[in-house]
């Protein structure tokens, strides 16, 4: 092999001392190529003796291998150099955000009635909906509050230009859809009624005249008032976490009879109102065409947005409306 | 209804306990403690004060300087921003050290460079009553009053616990001191009675003095009457007056001042007239007559309607506006000397529709409407004026005069305890049932283990068995009832159609959307302004002009808060909205056509990109042939709209929002817009998400350009492509548009690319060629549109 000792070292020499791609393509050419001087001595093996072919072969392979990996391993280096260039110009501070993509926000109410949907339906209820606007009968009287009843001016009603005077107006809670769901359906009924409700109240930092309530009716046989304050309790325990206890207080509507507040315990041990609650008050019943000594039930409702606003400690509930983007994606 | 505990223990003395779980019990009987206050507290170092000067600060204008001699004859000067008395008053006046019931610590301080020694009180900064205007100036003829005095011995009182209630509807007795104490020495387990009003009666006979007659007796159930003559109108006694205060009523003179204490010691509203004012002393109750009017006691002119109560005198002369509020003409005045006291009962409903007309709410209104009581209290309510007037010195006429109406009838009610025992879920016998309702004064006998019940006169809105069941509920506790669980047969879910409306949330935020509700009011012009048609439903009774109309677009409210957004340099805007609009019933339904609509509204993008959102929401939903036509939209740019149709069907709108409108709501860079009936949409048959192989083969493209008049529309031409290409045809994509020097006036160059693939087998060139030529051959068949060589 010392015959090529020398051929081998230029060539690892010119390998070694190529500086980019081209140089070694073009020295790898010169040692390696079939104008190389390892190519004329192959084609010289044919002239050899017989005998001495195999050794003179395979000593021209070894010397070929070796200045192969010469080039080889180079090579590799140049390979690496450029890309540690590439990557020395391209490198970038990732430690920003760049804020060209974002998901988008539901906004505070619809996580909140979405949470509140999903409780009930796996309680075992549905979920109904009904129109805005009502009329007389399905906001009042199929309530069980005839005109002149002194509940009607609790509820602060808007009215809609439509119809006689104060026959057409925003419902000013989510009842309506209770009575439209009683008068379209035969018990068993498993239901809350979540939506937009409308009251004459100013906007300031905790009343809107658009608000959000989500109501719950049951009617079935032998439905109690254990079952109603049993379904609160669960209800609230799904809700809040299963360290928040639950109360009924005697109170009034005149759509439920026995009526009650619920209110939900505070960490510090107080009690704060949640909603009203009752048992379905025959009259109701009879007025959606279900017999009341037959069925009975016990309904429910709460605001939505004062529950978001106690929540997220929002010291202004109008913000709920603004739509500020500052807002929305808060949450 | 505020009650003070020691009002309370006149009718059960035996009351006991902290104020605190006194209150708790109160709200468990339906008698919801919304405030509780500790009377008398707070008041040590508050001392009488004598006004000896008063002059401005040199350098504040609200506020003056005044000096008091605080008993020690020196003048001490005190700051005050009340300007209302006058040198020689006493005032209280709250010392250094001391602190106020609301927790106020007086010290030292200088105003604007004056020292202030204290502080002049009004009655609400001592928690006498809710009065702030100004500071409390004592009477100056009695002897207690003299400075120095602590405050709460010149005024009598002591300690006591005010608990201020919230009194349902259904609860008209409540809504007084006897009846709030009557559910506590219930659920106490104490004695109630009332106590003894015993008064010498005059030697004139009533009935020489005063007649009575209901006209209507379907308004007035009963009308008593009694009279007190030599009576000297003047200043109420200390005790009586202290006692209004705390309730929040203020002292007017002994004759009124009496009046309003025994309608809230009794519940039972009663009015007092000068006698000399009412001609032979004749009343008589009648409706109004149409257009009738009276000037009543708060010095306003009031026409009535028919269906108004009035109280006439002989001459037929309205007096008074029954159960409302008395005339002007009769009223007590400084020169009353003989009183005639009316208690009644009126019929609820004609109360309450009168109140409600006359928007006039008054402390007797309230109970009159919720139903007063209509048996023995009337007469002891007359006996209490009586008494309490021939305590001031007048002298009582002997008699009451009165006439009855129609009475409630109250037969007795049949009471199932079975019935009850399954509505509230407990298991008690009849006698406990009895027990609870003889408590709070129900006449209950057991008969064949249920229950007959006389229901008190002094609970006018309880009727039924129902109405008794909530008695029995409330006097068990309802805290008592054990709890339990309905069992439901039918698992819950949500309906297909709020699945997929919270589906549209979930895409559309994941593209970047923030939600927005605003309300769903608008303002007049807001329609306008956006282009739209101004035919809106409106108000009968908005809070605001600015919210009167209800909308019939999302746009307008859309705007706002893009333009809200904007004013704040918020940027980056994508915004939806899922929310109701309205419009007048199409087929003269009272209700309007209410529908719920999805809108989209993408700030500072091309048109392009709502396009592109529109057909994710479609793949994603499968929303069957979902299709644009393009054409002029009100509220879009004229160039750049289309609307929206899905299933054949128009379904909303896109496009680019008019600059004209931008303009007007004040609004930077341009908007896309989509507005879709999101009711229509979803609650139609969507298609179904179904298994297309994915095909192993390799595919070929064909570009294609055609010269498109600008009347024949992009999707047109891609339509027709797709369907020459049939079920080869996986891609067709416009990938260049361009009008220009080399194209016709009107006419613009599309370019499509389209991909061609078998899901079996690699398409041979001829294949495709002879797709390029089916698909060409289609286009300039079926439109204007030719193949741009």
Same mark, same amino acid.
């Given at each position: 092999?010392?015959?090529?000792?020398?051929?081998?070292?230029?060539?690892?020499?010119?390998?070694?001392?190529?500086?980019?791609?081209?140089?070694?393509?073009?020295?790898?050419?010169?040692?390696?190529?079939?104008?190389?001087?390892?190519?004329?001595?192959?084609?010289?093996?044919?002239?050899?003796?017989?005998?001495?072919?195999?050794?003179?072969?395979?000593?021209?392979?070894?010397?070929?291998?070796?200045?192969?990996?010469?080039?080889?391993?180079?090579?590799?280096?140049?390979?690496?150099?450029?890309?540690?260039?590439?990557?020395?110009?391209?490198?970038?501070?990732?430690?920003?955000?760049?804020?060209?993509?974002?998901?988008?926000?539901?906004?505070?109410?619809?996580?909140?009635?979405?949470?509140?949907?999903?409780?009930?339906?796996?309680?075992?209820?549905?979920?109904?909906?009904?129109?805005?606007?009502?009329?007389?009968?399905?906001?009042?009287?199929?309530?069980?509050?005839?005109?002149?009843?002194?509940?009607?001016?609790?509820?602060?009603?808007?009215?809609?230009?439509?119809?006689?005077?104060?026959?057409?107006?925003?419902?000013?809670?989510?009842?309506?859809?209770?009575?439209?769901?009683?008068?379209?359906?035969?018990?068993?009924?498993?239901?809350?009624?979540?939506?937009?409700?409308?009251?004459?109240?100013?906007?300031?930092?905790?009343?809107?005249?658009?608000?959000?309530?989500?109501?719950?009716?049951?009617?079935?046989?032998?439905?109690?008032?254990?079952?109603?304050?049993?379904?609160?309790?669960?209800?609230?325990?799904?809700?809040?976490?299963?360290?928040?206890?639950?109360?009924?207080?005697?109170?009034?509507?005149?759509?439920?009879?026995?009526?009650?507040?619920?209110?939900?315990?505070?960490?510090?041990?107080?009690?704060?109102?949640?909603?009203?609650?009752?048992?379905?008050?025959?009259?109701?019943?009879?007025?959606?065409?279900?017999?009341?000594?037959?069925?009975?039930?016990?309904?429910?409702?709460?605001?939505?947005?004062?529950?978001?606003?106690?929540?997220?400690?929002?010291?202004?509930?109008?913000?709920?409306?603004?739509?500020?983007?500052?807002?929305?994606?808060?949450? | 209804?505020?009650?003070?505990?020691?009002?309370?223990?006149?009718?059960?003395?035996?009351?006991?306990?902290?104020?605190?779980?006194?209150?708790?019990?109160?709200?468990?009987?339906?008698?919801?403690?919304?405030?509780?206050?500790?009377?008398?507290?707070?008041?040590?170092?508050?001392?009488?004060?004598?006004?000896?000067?008063?002059?401005?600060?040199?350098?504040?204008?609200?506020?003056?300087?005044?000096?008091?001699?605080?008993?020690?004859?020196?003048?001490?000067?005190?700051?005050?921003? $009340?300007?209302?008395?006058?040198?020689?008053?006493?005032?209280?006046?709250?010392?250094?050290?001391?602190?106020?019931?609301?927790?106020?610590?007086?010290?030292?301080?200088?105003?604007?460079? /004056?020292?202030?020694?204290?502080?002049?009180?009004?009655?609400?900064?001592?928690?006498?009553?809710?009065?702030?205007?100004?500071?409390?100036?004592?009477?100056?003829?009695?002897?207690?009053?003299?400075?120095?005095?602590?405050?709460?011995?010149?005024?009598?009182?002591?300690?006591?616990?005010?608990?201020?209630?919230?009194?349902?509807?259904?609860?008209?007795?409540?809504?007084?001191?006897?009846?709030?104490?009557?559910?506590?020495?219930?659920?106490?387990?104490?004695?109630?009675?009332?106590?003894?009003?015993?008064?010498?009666?005059?030697?004139?006979?009533?009935?020489?003095?005063?007649?009575?007659?209901?006209?209507?007796?379907?308004?007035?159930?009963?009308?008593?009457?009694?009279?007190?003559?030599?009576?000297?109108?003047?200043?109420?006694?200390?005790?009586?007056?202290?006692?209004?205060?705390?309730?929040?009523?203020?002292?007017?003179?002994?004759?009124?001042?009496?009046?309003?204490?025994?309608?809230?010691?009794?519940?039972?509203?009663?009015?007092?007239?000068? =006698?000399?004012?009412?001609?032979?002393?004749? =009343?008589?109750?009648?409706?109004?007559?149409?257009?009738?009017?009276?000037?009543?006691?708060?010095?306003?002119?009031?026409?009535?309607?028919?269906?108004?109560?009035?109280?006439?005198?002989?001459?037929?002369?309205?007096?008074?506006?029954?159960?409302?509020?008395?005339?002007?003409?009769?009223?007590?005045?400084?020169?009353?000397?003989?009183?005639?006291?009316?208690? $009644?009962?009126?019929?609820?409903?004609?109360?309450?529709?009168?109140?409600?007309?006359?928007?006039?709410?008054?402390?007797?209104?309230?109970?009159?409407?919720?139903?007063?009581?209509?048996?023995?209290?009337?007469?002891?309510?007359?006996?209490?004026?009586?008494?309490?007037?021939?305590?001031?010195?007048?002298?009582?006429?002997?008699?009451?005069?009165?006439?009855?109406?129609?009475?409630?009838?109250?037969?007795?009610?049949?009471?199932?305890?079975?019935?009850?025992?399954?509505?509230?879920?407990?298991?008690?016998?009849?006698?406990?049932?009895?027990?609870?309702?003889?408590?709070?004064?129900?006449?209950?006998?057991?008969?064949?283990?249920?229950?007959?019940?006389?229901?008190?006169?002094?609970?006018?809105?309880?009727?039924?068995?129902?109405?008794?069941?909530?008695?029995?509920?409330?006097?068990?506790?309802?805290?008592?009832?054990?709890?339990?669980?309905?069992?439901?047969?039918?698992?819950?879910?949500?309906?297909?159609?709020?699945?997929?409306?919270?589906?549209?949330?979930?895409?559309?935020?994941?593209?970047?959307?923030?939600?927005?509700?605003?309300?769903?009011?608008?303002?007049?012009?807001?329609?306008?302004?956006?282009?739209?048609?101004?035919? $809106?439903?409106?108000?009968?009774?908005?809070?605001?002009?600015?919210?009167?109309?209800?909308?019939?677009?999302?746009?307008?409210? /859309?705007?706002?808060?893009?333009?809200?957004?904007?004013?704040?340099?918020?940027?980056?805007?994508?915004?939806?909205?899922?929310?109701?609009?309205?419009?007048?019933?199409?087929?003269?339904?009272?209700?309007?056509?209410?529908?719920?609509?999805?809108?989209?509204?993408?700030?500072?993008?091309?048109?392009?990109?709502?396009?592109?959102?529109?057909?994710?929401?479609?793949?994603?939903?499968?929303?069957?042939?979902?299709?644009?036509?393009?054409?002029?939209?009100?509220?879009?740019?004229?160039?750049?709209?289309?609307?929206?149709?899905?299933?054949?069907?128009?379904?909303?709108?896109?496009?680019?929002?008019?600059?004209?409108? =931008?303009?007007?709501?004040?609004?930077?860079?341009?908007?896309?817009?989509?507005?879709?009936?999101?009711?229509?949409?979803?609650?139609?048959?969507?298609?179904?998400?179904?298994?297309?192989?994915?095909?192993?083969?390799?595919?070929?493209?064909?570009?294609?350009?055609?010269?498109?008049?600008?009347?024949?529309?992009?999707?047109?031409?891609?339509?027709?492509?797709?369907?020459?290409?049939?079920?080869?045809?996986?891609?067709?994509?416009?990938?260049?548009?361009?009008?220009?020097?080399?194209?016709?006036?009107?006419?613009?160059?599309?370019?499509?690319?389209?991909?061609? /693939?078998?899901?079996?087998?690699?398409?041979?060139?001829?294949?495709?060629?002879?797709?390029?030529?089916?698909?060409?051959?289609?286009?300039?068949?079926?439109?204007? $549109?030719?193949?741009?060589?």
């Amino acid at each position: 092999m010392s015959q090529y000792q020398k051929l081998v070292d230029e060539a690892q020499g010119a390998a070694e001392s190529s500086q980019n791609t081209e140089d070694l393509v073009a020295a790898r050419n010169k040692f390696l190529g079939k104008k190389s001087q390892l190519s004329e001595a192959k084609k010289g093996l044919g002239q050899l003796q017989k005998n001495e072919r195999a050794a003179a072969g395979k000593e021209l392979n070894e010397v070929r291998v070796l200045i192969e990996e010469a080039f080889e391993q180079r090579e590799i280096v140049i390979q690496e150099e450029v890309w540690n260039r590439q990557f020395e110009s391209e490198r970038l501070d990732l430690t920003e955000q760049f804020e060209n993509l974002r998901r988008g926000h539901l906004h505070l109410i619809t996580q909140a009635r979405d949470h509140l949907e999903d409780v009930f339906v796996g309680m075992g209820f549905t979920v109904a909906e009904g129109p805005e606007v009502e009329t007389a009968w399905y906001n009042f009287e199929a309530l069980n509050i005839p005109d002149w009843h002194p509940a009607r001016g609790n509820f602060d009603t808007i009215f809609v230009n439509l119809g006689d005077p104060e026959e057409v107006m925003l419902r000013s809670h989510t009842s309506p859809v209770q009575v439209r769901t009683m008068e379209n359906h035969q018990p068993p009924i498993f239901i809350v009624a979540p939506g937009r409700t409308f009251r004459t109240d100013n906007a300031d930092a905790t009343h809107l005249p658009a608000f959000n309530q989500i109501e719950g009716l049951v009617i079935d046989k032998g439905i109690t008032m254990g079952d109603l304050a049993g379904t609160i309790d669960s209800f609230v325990q799904a809700f809040f976490g299963s360290e928040v206890k639950s109360r009924l207080r005697p109170s009034y509507f005149p759509f439920t009879e026995p009526s009650a507040e619920f209110d939900i315990s505070r960490p510090d041990g107080s009690w704060l109102e949640l909603g009203g609650c009752g048992m379905v008050h025959p009259n109701v019943l009879a007025n959606c065409g279900i017999d009341p000594e037959e069925w009975q039930g016990f309904a429910f409702g709460f605001g939505i947005d004062r529950l978001v606003a106690m929540r997220f400690e929002l010291d202004d509930i109008r913000e709920l409306v603004v739509n500020d983007a500052r807002f929305l994606r808060q949450f | 209804m505020k009650v003070l505990l020691s009002w309370l223990k006149e009718f059960a003395p035996d009351i006991e306990g902290d104020p605190i779980s006194l209150g708790e019990r109160l709200s468990h009987l339906g008698l919801a403690v919304e405030e509780m206050s500790m009377l008398g507290e707070g008041l040590s170092g508050v001392v009488v004060g004598r006004i000896l000067d008063l002059r401005p600060h040199p350098d504040a204008e609200r506020i003056q300087l005044v000096d008091v001699d605080l008993g020690d004859g020196n003048a001490t000067q005190i700051c005050c921003g $009340a300007f209302n008395m006058e040198v020689g008053d006493l005032i209280p006046v709250a010392t250094i050290g001391s602190t106020l019931p609301d927790g106020m610590e007086i010290s030292q301080r200088k105003l604007r460079g /004056q020292l202030s020694n204290g502080m002049c009180c009004s009655p609400a900064e001592l928690g006498l009553g809710d009065d702030h205007d100004g500071i409390m100036i004592l009477p100056a003829d009695e002897k207690s009053y003299s400075s120095g005095v602590p405050i709460s011995e010149a005024l009598g009182i002591k300690p006591d616990v005010l608990w201020d209630l919230e009194v349902n509807a259904n609860r008209p007795d409540a809504m007084s001191i006897a009846g709030v104490a009557r559910d506590l020495a219930a659920s106490l387990g104490i004695p109630f009675s009332y106590p003894n009003y015993d008064f010498l009666e005059g030697s004139a006979k009533l009935t020489d003095l005063a007649t009575v007659e209901i006209i209507d007796p379907t308004l007035c159930g009963r009308f008593a009457v009694r009279a007190a003559a030599g009576v000297s109108i003047g200043e109420s006694p200390r005790w009586i007056q202290n006692r209004l205060l705390s309730l929040g009523m203020r002292p007017i003179n002994n004759v009124v001042d009496i009046s309003n204490y025994v309608m809230l010691e009794l519940g039972q509203p009663n009015h007092t007239y000068d =006698l000399a004012k009412v001609p032979e002393g004749h =009343l008589s109750i009648r409706r109004a007559l149409e257009g009738e009017t009276i000037t009543t006691l708060d010095g306003e002119g009031r026409s009535l309607i028919v269906e108004d109560g009035v109280i006439a005198n002989i001459r037929g002369e309205a007096i008074g506006i029954a159960g409302v509020m008395g005339g002007l003409s009769t009223e007590i005045s400084e020169e009353t000397t003989d009183v005639l006291i009316e208690v $009644a009962w009126w019929d609820p409903p004609s109360i309450s529709r009168t109140v409600k007309r006359l928007n006039l709410m008054s402390e007797a209104s309230i109970r009159f409407r919720r139903g007063a009581d209509y048996g023995e209290n009337i007469e002891r309510a007359l006996e209490r004026i009586a008494y309490l007037l021939s305590d001031g010195g007048a002298e009582i006429a002997s008699g009451v005069v009165q006439d009855t109406g129609s009475l409630p009838s109250r037969d007795s009610v049949k009471v199932r305890t079975d019935k009850i025992n399954n509505l509230i879920g407990v298991d008690l016998a009849a006698k406990d049932m009895k027990s609870y309702l003889d408590s709070i004064g129900f006449g209950v006998s057991i008969k064949k283990g249920d229950l007959a019940v006389e229901i008190p006169t002094w609970r006018w809105d309880t009727k039924t068995e129902t109405d008794i069941s909530e008695e029995i509920a409330r006097m068990f506790g309802y805290e008592k009832i054990k709890r339990t669980v309905p069992k439901g047969t039918a698992p819950g879910a949500l309906s297909q159609y709020q699945k997929n409306r919270r589906r549209v949330r979930e895409i559309l935020v994941g593209v970047g959307c923030d939600e927005t509700m605003p309300m769903p009011f608008l303002a007049p012009g807001d329609l306008r302004s956006a282009g739209l048609a101004e035919e $809106a439903i409106s108000l009968t009774n908005p809070l605001v002009q600015e919210e009167s109309l209800l909308r019939t677009s999302l746009l307008p409210g /859309q705007l706002k808060v893009i333009a809200h957004n904007q004013s704040h340099r918020v940027d980056d805007l994508r915004f939806f909205e899922i929310g109701h609009v309205f419009s007048v019933s199409a087929d003269g339904g009272l209700l309007p056509d209410e529908r719920e609509h999805l809108s989209v509204a993408l700030v500072g993008v091309h048109v392009s990109e709502i396009v592109d959102l529109l057909y994710v929401l479609g793949n994603e939903l499968e929303l069957p042939n979902l299709q644009l036509a393009s054409g002029e939209v009100p509220g879009m740019h004229p160039g750049r709209a289309a609307e929206i149709l899905i299933a054949g069907k128009i379904s909303g709108y896109i496009g680019e929002v008019d600059p004209r409108v =931008l303009t007007s709501y004040g609004i930077d860079g341009r908007v896309a817009w989509l507005e879709l009936n999101l009711g229509k949409v979803l609650s139609g048959p969507l298609g179904k998400k179904s298994y297309r192989n994915v095909s192993k083969y390799p595919s070929s493209d064909v570009d294609l350009a055609f010269d498109v008049p600008e009347s024949v529309s992009s999707a047109t031409i891609s339509g027709y492509i797709r369907k020459a290409g049939g079920d080869l045809l996986q891609q067709v994509k416009l990938f260049d548009m361009y009008s220009g020097d080399s194209m016709e006036d009107g006419h613009r160059s599309l370019a499509y690319r389209l991909r061609f /693939q078998a899901p079996d087998r690699t398409l041979t060139d001829d294949e495709v060629s002879a797709l390029r030529a089916q698909c060409i051959q289609m286009v300039e068949k079926k439109t204007d $549109a030719r193949l741009r060589i």
